[in-house]
């Protein structure tokens, strides 16, 4: 209940004003002058003025508004070592019971911290949760904000101006832990396939140890080598990057007695392998029409280094012209296929055909050179059907199909078979989803029977029209038509010549992307994507295993014929190894080398000078004799109050309120009213009169 007057003119002020100063300055003169009935006259402009002011007494009805208190919960990882996380939640309990106890106090409890799926942050950010939880409360009614937390926090302002109420810190964990950790101090992001790639790293220990670390250095899942790294000194390492693409490269530490977690003993990085130049040897058996699509789509792509070589003039052609005044070089057969045939990637015999240019003894190297891991591409023409076929020398060991001397001359669509829908060389090519296919018809083909390998594309009667086989430890694709010019001059539409030529190729050259059986996954944010590439119909499940060591199963589901995905969301920072029948695969979830996990013992104090700078304090968590926690009690002060001491926290009340009803009463109204100032106008009359 709240008394008070409120003045409600029976007039504008402007009126009022108009007719109470005339009269006033004739009472004032009265009074100067000793006028008899002054006093009267003074009385009855009293009486005039409260008439046309009409002042009212108010009864407002108002009710008190709570206090906001801001309970911020630390759920970060690192809150998850050791008995913290029990601590934190036994303190949360203690606390929202004893603030049940004010019920000028709204507790706002927000658990801040974790990562969600989509987020890739895992620093601990409690100040943008505090902001979060005040902001649509006035500062006049912020009662406070209390912290639970084991110190390390990512986002502590330099000030805190925006909060004009005590902070208070309850800091989880022991104050005599004890942690070290290894972290890569300068680790570049890319390097260069098979040559040695240089980082350098540190170990770090939070009490005074020194000496040397066993450090493990594993690259993709793998054991590469053990180091010896003095602890605090900053330590080289040099390895040979295995793998183009994506590369783990992983350092690991042992436990060491009483530490308080082993998270932070191992660090990552991630290196992107970058081949050198493809070496391609492209040699053509005449100049014809498709000749220019190959050379083209080779110098076009950065990452080759293309040698061309055209037989223009072979050995049985003799016209007589001497040899000084012939503008051609002769074709260097024993540098490229004896003494440096191990420096090509791909090997392309385009429409080549045997006439003694090459020594019947070089296609033997050639197989032997596809044996060993080489890469050989027969673009064939009429010419694999003739007698001086290819197929008729040593190197038919190397091949995935005979000739049977037939060549089709007819109006086809290339089409992709069952398994070229599902390898990665043929799968979802432009125009293959349509029935004809969205590309334009080829004319030619070259006939072969019992082929081995993959047939990925046929042609007319389903005879096999592209062949890709492995042999030994290398590769062998059979194109078998010279047809694919048509694509490239945009006969008919066209057709994908580029992706389909520039895809053969790299697959003979093991181009992981391009593998038929692949497991690949990586984090985005805290969720877990799992790609499968196959050709068989069902891959089953795959297992993941976890940074902790737990193990769940995700279910892939075909997006698109030969390829499977699935995705977990993690609740776990780090390395996660994912397997599928035969193949694994590694992959980290959230930030590398995460700032949750650089320093994990607790400490108070990274928010002392913020909390003290409110007024509020810092303390530690401790346990009680009976296993509970030792939680202040939490006090109601007034603002500008001392807001804590030795056992107990305080929280600012406000003065803040809502109107709920006013009655009002008029004090010179009615009869009363009336009556009061005809007594004294009466009274001045009557003065007077005398």
Do not use: C
Request: charged share 20%; aromatic share 6%; no cysteine.
């Amino acid at each position: 209940m709240n008394w008070s007057v409120s003045f409600e003119p029976l007039l504008s002020w402007v009126w009022t004003g108009a007719v109470l100063i005339p009269v006033a300055l004739i009472v004032l003169a009265g009074l100067a002058l000793r006028q008899r009935g002054a006093l009267f006259r003074v009385a009855a402009f009293a009486a005039l003025a409260l008439a046309l002011l009409n002042p009212v007494l108010l009864d407002e009805q108002r009710e008190p508004l709570q206090s906001v208190v801001a309970l911020i919960v630390d759920r970060s990882q690192s809150q998850d070592i050791g008995d913290r996380a029990a601590v934190t939640d036994r303190a949360v309990e203690d606390l929202q019971s004893r603030l049940a106890r004010f019920p000028q106090f709204d507790v706002r409890v927000v658990e801040a911290g974790r990562a969600d799926a989509a987020d890739d942050r895992t620093e601990t950010r409690l100040f943008g949760a505090l902001d979060s939880a005040f902001r649509d409360v006035p500062p006049s009614r912020v009662a406070g904000a209390m912290m639970v937390t084991d110190g390390q926090v990512h986002d502590v302002p330099a000030q805190l101006e925006s909060m004009h109420a005590p902070l208070h810190v309850l800091v989880t964990g022991d104050e005599d832990e004890m942690d070290r950790r290894i972290r890569f101090e300068k680790a570049p992001r890319f390097g260069i396939v098979g040559r040695p790639l240089d980082m350098t790293y540190r170990v770090l220990a939070t009490d005074a140890e020194s000496g040397p670390v066993t450090v493990r250095v594993l690259v993709n899942g793998e054991q590469v080598s053990v180091e010896q790294a003095v602890v605090g000194e900053e330590t080289p390492l040099q390895f040979v990057l295995p793998n183009a693409g994506r590369n783990i490269v992983e350092l690991a530490i042992e436990t060491a007695p009483g530490e308080l977690t082993d998270t932070n003993n191992r660090t990552i990085a991630v290196v992107d392998g970058i081949r050198e130049n493809l070496r391609v040897l492209l040699v053509s058996g005449e100049p014809h029409a498709g000749e220019r699509t190959w050379r083209n789509l080779l110098k076009s792509d950065a990452s080759v280094d293309l040698v061309h070589f055209t037989i223009l003039r072979p050995p049985e052609k003799q016209d007589g012209t001497p040899i000084n005044e012939l503008s051609l070089i002769a074709f260097p057969t024993r540098e490229l296929f004896v003494e440096r045939i191990n420096d090509f990637d791909l090997i392309i015999f385009d429409r080549y055909q045997h006439r003694d240019v090459l020594p019947i003894l070089y296609y033997d190297y050639i197989a032997e050179y596809v044996e060993n891991g080489g890469a050989l591409l027969i673009a064939a023409g009429p010419e694999y059907a003739g007698s001086q076929s290819i197929s008729r020398t040593p190197l038919m060991s190397a091949l995935p199909a005979m000739p049977t001397g037939n060549v089709i001359e007819e109006a086809f669509y290339p089409r992709l078979t069952e398994l070229g829908q599902r390898h990665p060389v043929t799968r979802g090519l432009e125009g293959s989803a349509a029935e004809p296919p969205q590309w334009s018809r080829w004319f030619r083909l070259i006939d072969i029977e019992n082929p081995t390998g993959e047939v990925v594309m046929d042609g007319p009667g389903d005879r096999p029209l592209l062949v890709l086989n492995r042999k030994g430890e290398g590769r062998v694709g059979m194109l078998l038509s010279d047809q694919g010019w048509l694509w490239a001059r945009g006969f008919e539409g066209g057709g994908p010549h580029v992706s389909l030529y520039r895809r053969m190729a790299h697959w003979l050259m093991k181009e992981p992307e391009l593998e038929e059986e692949r497991l690949t996954a990586e984090g985005r944010g805290m969720t877990l994507d799992i790609a499968r590439q196959t050709m068989s119909e069902d891959p089953g499940q795959a297992t993941v295993i976890s940074p902790s060591g737990q193990t769940l199963n995700v279910t892939l589901s075909a997006t698109s014929p030969g390829l499977f995905t699935g995705s977990v969301e993690t609740d776990e920072i780090g390395l996660y190894q994912i397997g599928n029948g035969d193949l694994t695969a590694l992959a980290h979830v959230g930030p590398i080398n995460a700032p949750e996990f650089q320093d994990t013992v607790s400490t108070t104090e990274v928010l002392r000078p913020t909390a003290e700078a409110t007024g509020g304090s810092v303390r530690r968590l401790q346990q009680t004799v009976t296993g509970g926690v030792g939680v202040p009690n939490v006090v109601p002060i007034r603002a500008g109050g001392q807001p804590s001491g030795r056992d107990w926290i305080g929280l600012q009340t406000t003065n803040d309120s809502t109107l709920r009803s006013v009655s009002r009463t008029p004090l010179f109204g009615g009869f009363f009213g009336l009556a009061l100032l005809l007594m004294a106008m009466g009274s001045m009359w009557y003065r007077e009169g005398r």
